[in-house]
Nanobody, 129 residues
Framework: QVQLVESGGGLVQPGGSLRLSCAASGFTVDYYAISWFRQAPGKEREGVAC????????YYADSVKGRFTIARDIAKNTLFLQMNNLKPEDTAVYYCATDRVSVCPIIAGKMVYQRIDYWGKGTLVTVSS
């Protein structure tokens, strides 16, 4: 059974860094595309980053390009999201997710969550001084 467990969230000052982890079970992280989504209070869930399994291509939302890095460790069966230069608008619950296909869930250049069928429970990131 597919399970995703996030960790690494917390409170950080603007300009700081955090690394989120997503431990996967029930599949290997190089078999399906895996994504990070986030949801801020009162806002719609949005895609942040994705890594495909078909060709290891990577997608980032424009809002995080140059600041966030997605990576996977196959030996540990874990997905990571390194977040640098954090801003208050990055405050959200961050979710690890997969729709069990090899390509990222992108339509018209934007990640979509409607295809996702497995979600972790999320980890809260708060960026505040």
């Amino acid at each position: 059974q597919v399970q995703l467990v996030e960790s690494g969230g917390g409170l950080v000052q603007p300009g700081g860094s955090l690394r989120l982890s997503c431990a996967a079970s029930g599949f290997t992280v190089d078999y399906y595309a895996i994504s990070w989504f986030r949801q801020a209070p009162g806002k719609e869930r949005e895609g942040v980053a994705c890594i495909s399994s078909s060709d290891s291509s990577i997608y980032y939302a424009d809002s995080v390009k140059g600041r966030f890095t997605i990576a996977r460790d196959i030996a540990k069966n874990t997905l990571f999201l390194q977040m640098n230069n954090l801003k208050p608008e990055d405050t959200a619950v961050y979710y690890c997710a997969t729709d069990r296909v090899s390509v990222c869930p992108i339509i018209a250049g934007k990640m979509v969550y409607q295809r996702i069928d497995y979600w972790g429970k999320g980890t809260l990131v708060t960026v505040s001084s």
